[in-house]
């Protein structure tokens, strides 16, 4: 039995069309998996960021317990009673997104027994203060307990954090090859239909054009030499319906091209969001936590490697806490975007780093200076903040926002780390504060 040319095309196109819709299958599946990864990425993000702003909290719980110890001013227990109040909210809140990680619940459990011990040491000296015994709260800081505890903390959150990391590259890594594979099958799509065109092409000049070609000589033989033309006859429809289904199936390629396209570019550009996302604070626009440990650690390597100063200046807005109750917590957002944006204007150097470590705290990161310099440099920042002119009638120290400072300026060693810089310059911190504030101090 002879199989007619309609027939063969019918089965031409339903293959074209099955193949079609395998690819779509599996790009829908594809592009599934890869909102999935996508999730995980960004739930792993918010782990990483959460377990900072956590050590953020309990810093602040610290410096509130210092501060009314050394001064026995009531305002140094606010900090001190959020950061309590904080830690304990985000170590639920990193409970419940490691629900399904038995290893990091954990972790979080060691964390949690430690942090219970580090606010009963603090609870401890605060309550002797209260009671006039001062010097016997003093004596429980300087056997260190409390900074040994700290240490064991930083060390499981930054174990947590580590691997988290590690699930981060896992899952970031997992994402790519879900992308790989979409384009994969966005190309090898393409490629199948070019195939599929180019097969039928041919198809159509062998069985179409060529008879057709042989039919015009064949006619214009016959034509010429009287003689009757006895080529078999062509359905014209046939050639119309392939015409138009032809036209249909380039449209349909170009479509479902445009298509792939269009949602490749929008997950690179959900995947990009989501990584810029992870080391940039929200509110202020300025790096974080977690980018300042990234650009730190490789600028001590540079700074240890040149032989080169690295100075670090950690800042703090004077009074915050009276502007958001004077003024409501919008305003308060509001000042800490105009204190970015002025630390970020001064920022003129490739090598000039600013970042939002936490509540109202800054730190700006530059190099090439001497402790002369560093310490003038800051001056300029605090200068530039207090020429602002925002309103803080709370302020003890001015009508306007002031920040204190502490500075550190280096030129790094091997014991050098991020963590002694920062406890220097919050040392310097805490010292320009207990001096009066809207002040910078470069010397413990």
């Not at 009963?120 to 010097?135: N, Q």
């Not at 001590?300 to 703090?316: E, G, H, I, V």
Request: glycine content about 6%.
């Amino acid at each position: 039995m002879r199989i007619g040319i309609r027939k063969k095309l019918v089965a031409l196109f339903g293959l074209l069309i099955a193949l079609s819709l395998v690819h779509y299958f599996k790009i829908k599946q594809a592009t599934e998996d890869a909102s999935r990864q996508l999730e995980w990425v960004e739930h792993t993000h918010e782990v990483i960021v959460t377990s900072e702003i956590l050590l953020g909290q309990l810093r602040d719980a610290e410096t509130g317990q210092r501060g009314y110890l050394l001064t026995g001013e009531p305002d140094y227990l606010e900090p001190y009673l959020s950061g309590v109040e904080g830690t304990k909210s985000l170590l639920t809140t990193l409970q419940s997104l490691t629900v399904d990680n038995a290893e990091q619940q954990e972790t979080l459990q060691q964390v949690s027994a430690l942090v219970d011990r580090k606010f009963a040491e603090l609870s401890e000296t605060i309550e002797f203060a209260r009671a006039g015994d001062t010097e016997r709260a003093l004596q429980i800081v300087k056997e260190d307990v409390g900074k040994h505890l700290m240490d064991r903390i930083r060390d499981q959150i930054g174990g947590f954090r580590k691997v988290e990391q590690q699930l981060l590259i896992q899952r970031e890594a997992a994402y790519e090859r879900s992308q790989q594979y979409l384009e994969f099958l966005f190309f090898a799509e393409v490629i199948v239909l070019i195939l599929m065109i180019f097969a039928i092409s041919i198809y159509i000049q062998r069985t179409l054009v060529r008879p057709l070609v042989v039919m015009a000589k064949d006619a214009k033989r016959s034509e010429s030499d009287g003689c009757r033309f006895n080529a078999a006859s062509t359905s014209s429809d046939e050639i119309g319906a392939l015409a138009r289904a032809l036209t249909s199936m380039q449209k349909a390629i170009d479509e479902r091209t445009a298509e792939l396209e269009e949602l490749s570019e929008e997950l690179k550009r959900e995947r990009d969001n989501a990584l810029q996302s992870s080391v940039t604070d929200a509110l202020t626009g300025l790096n974080n936590r977690r980018k300042f440990d990234e650009v730190i650690e490789n600028e001590l390597k540079r700074a240890y490697r040149d032989r080169s100063y690295l100075d670090l200046t950690l800042l703090d807005i004077d009074f915050f806490k009276s502007i958001n109750d004077t003024y409501g917590h919008a305003k308060g957002d509001e000042v800490l975007k105009d204190v970015a944006q002025c630390l970020k204007n001064m920022s003129r150097r490739p090598n000039d780093f600013v970042f939002r470590i936490g509540g109202e705290e800054f730190v700006f990161l530059t190099s090439r200076q001497d402790t002369r310099c560093a310490t003038a440099f800051a001056e300029q920042l605090r200068a530039s903040v207090e020429a602002l002119q925002l309103p803080n009638q709370g302020s003890k120290v001015s009508d306007f926002v002031t920040v204190s400072a502490g500075v550190v300026s280096v030129v790094p060693g091997p014991e050098d780390t991020t963590d002694s810089l920062l406890r220097a310059a919050d040392r310097r911190l805490y010292k320009a504060k207990s001096e009066g504030r809207n002040r910078v101090v470069a010397a413990d």
